[in-house]
C-alpha cells in the first residue's frame, strides 16, 4: 500500500495527515464507520513515527502537515518499518485471482501465496497510468460484498463549450472565493483552467457533486455585494473597474462583458445591482463533467461500510478477510485526511490479523 501515491507525490513534499482530522472530514454512506479506526490510530501517532525517523516536516496551512525533503523520507520509513517487522514486499507482482477453501489462495505474477488472512490495500481508480486498478472491487463482489458505485474525487471540472468560452481567455487565474454544493462549502482559491474549474476548493467540493447539479461560487465571500455596490451607487465608476478592486482585473471585465454590459454604476437600476449583487455572491455554475480518473486524487465510494468491522476492518462475511485504505467507501478531504485514513485503517486491521 501506499508505495505509488507516495512517490507521484514525490514532485512535492507528501501530505501525510492533517492535525485536524476528525470524522468530518470525510464521506462515506456511514459517516460514524471512520471514527473508530481515526481515534485509535491518530495524526499524533503518525507523528510520533515520522519524529522517531529523524524526519522533518512543516505545517503548510490549515493542519496540513509536508515533509521538508521530499516524500521519498516516509516511504524509507515504511520500509525500515516493514523490515524491522520481518515484512517481504514483492513489488511488480499483480494479483490476478484470490480464492479461499481452508486458505486464502493469492495467484500473482511471481507465484502463488497462501495465507490466513487477506488485507488488501488495492487503492482507488485514480490515474490509472500508475498502476490503479478495479482488482480490490472485483474481489470484494467475488466475496459477495457490496460496493457503493465509485466516482472520481477531488477533481477538477469541465464546463460546456459555451461557458468554456467566456472563461478561456482567463486561464491560470485563481481566486479566493468559497463554494458551496449540497450543504457543503469549502473557502479557498478556485483556479480557472484552459477545461474548466479547478483549486482546492474545486477539488474539495467536487467530492460532493453529483452529475447535473450546480455549485455555488461566492466571488466576494468577505463581503456582501449588494452593501458594496449600494454604497458606491451614485458613483461614475464603472462596474467592471469597481470589481477589479476584489477580483483579478481581467477576470472582472470578462465576468462584466458576460453578464451585465460594464457601465458607470449610477446607471444601474436598483434591481439591476440587486442582480449584480447576487450573482457576485451566488455564482452558479453547472459543471459539464470532472477531468475524471485520469485527474482524481481519490476515488469516492468502493467496498460498502456495513460489509466490514469498523474495529477491524474484517469482512462480516468472509472471516479473515479485510479491506482497508482507498478501496473502502471512506474518502478524506483534501488536505492529507486520505494518507491518515490508510494509516489508520491499516493499523486497525493490522491489530487484529
Ligand atoms: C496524484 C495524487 C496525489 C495524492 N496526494 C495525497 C496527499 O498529499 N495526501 C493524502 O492524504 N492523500 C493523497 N492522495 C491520496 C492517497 O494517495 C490515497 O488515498 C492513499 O494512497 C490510499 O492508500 P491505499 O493503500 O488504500 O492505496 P494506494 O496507495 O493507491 O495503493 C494501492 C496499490 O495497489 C496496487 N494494485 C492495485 N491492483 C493491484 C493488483 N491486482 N495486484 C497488485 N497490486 C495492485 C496499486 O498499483 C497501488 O500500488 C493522492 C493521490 C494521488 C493520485
Given at each position: 500500500m501506499l508505495r505509488r501515491d507516495v512517490v507521484v507525490i514525490g514532485g512535492g513534499r507528501c501530505n501525510f495527515t492533517n492535525l485536524n482530522t476528525s470524522p468530518d472530514n470525510f464521506i462515506s454512506a456511514n459517516p460514524h464507520f471512520c471514527k473508530s479506526a481515526l481515534a485509535r490510530y491518530t495524526p499524533a501517532d503518525f507523528i510520533s513515527l515520522v519524529e522517531k525517523h529523524g524526519i522533518a516536516y512543516h505545517e503548510k496551512k490549515l493542519g496540513q502537515l509536508f515533509c521538508d525533503d521530499g516524500s521519498g523520507r516516509i516511504i524509507e520509513m515504511l520500509l525500515k518499518e516493514c523490515s524491522e517487522a520481518g515484512v517481504e514486499i514483492q513489488c511488480?507482482?499483480?494479483?490476478?485471482n484470490v480464492t479461499k477453501n481452508a486458505y486464502f489462495e493469492v495467484e500473482t505474477e511471481n507465484g502463488a501465496f497462501a495465507s490466513q488472512s487477506l488485507v488488501v490495500a488495492s487503492g482507488g481508480l485514480s490515474i490509472p497510468p500508475l498502476g490503479a486498478t478495479d482488482f480490490g472491487y472485483r474481489l470484494a463482489q467475488q466475496f459477495g460484498l457490496g460496493i457503493l458505485e465509485t466516482r472520481p474525487a477531488l477533481v477538477p471540472f469541465t464546463l460546456s463549450h459555451q461557458a468554456l468560452s467566456d472563461?478561456?481567455?482567463?486561464?491560470g487565474i485563481s481566486i479566493a472565493a468559497s463554494v458551496s454544493c449540497q450543504g457543503a462549502e469549502f473557502r479557498e482559491n478556485i483556479l480557472i483552467t484552459h477545461r474548466g474549474l479547478s483549486g482546492p476548493a474545486i477539488l474539495q467540493i467536487s467530492t460532493y457533486w453529483l452529475p447535473g447539479h450546480s455549485v455555488i461560487i461566492n466571488l466576494l465571500p468577505e463581503h456582501n455585494a449588494l452593501e458594496l455596490l449600494r454604497e458606491e451607487q451614485?458613483?461614475?465608476?464603472?462596474l467592471a473597474n469597481f470589481l477589479s478592486q476584489f477580483l483579478p482585473r481581467r477576470f472582472a471585465q470578462a465576468w462584466c462583458a458576460r453578464y451585465f454590459a460594464s457601465q458607470?454604476?449610477?446607471?444601474?437600476?436598483p434591481s439591476q445591482l440587486a442582480d449584480i449583487a447576487n450573482k457576485l455572491n451566488s455564482w452558479e455554475v453547472v459543471p459539464a463533467g470532472t477531468e475524471g480518473y485520469r485527474k482524481a486524487e481519490v476515488t469516492a465510494g468502493g467496498v460498502a461500510t456495513h460489509e466490514l468491522s469498523s474495529q477491524t476492518m474484517q469482512t462480516k462475511k468472509v472471516p479473515g478477510l479485510y479491506f482497508i485504505g482507498e478501496v473502502v467507501d471512506v474518502t478524506g478531504q483534501l488536505g492529507g485526511y486520505n494518507f491518515q485514513w490508510a494509516w489508520a485503517s491499516g493499523y486497525v486491521a493490522g491489530q487484529s490479523v
Open positions: 511488480r507482482s499483480v494479483v490476478s472563461l478561456t481567455t482567463l486561464s451614485n458613483r461614475e465608476i464603472e458607470p454604476l449610477k446607471r444601474y437600476t
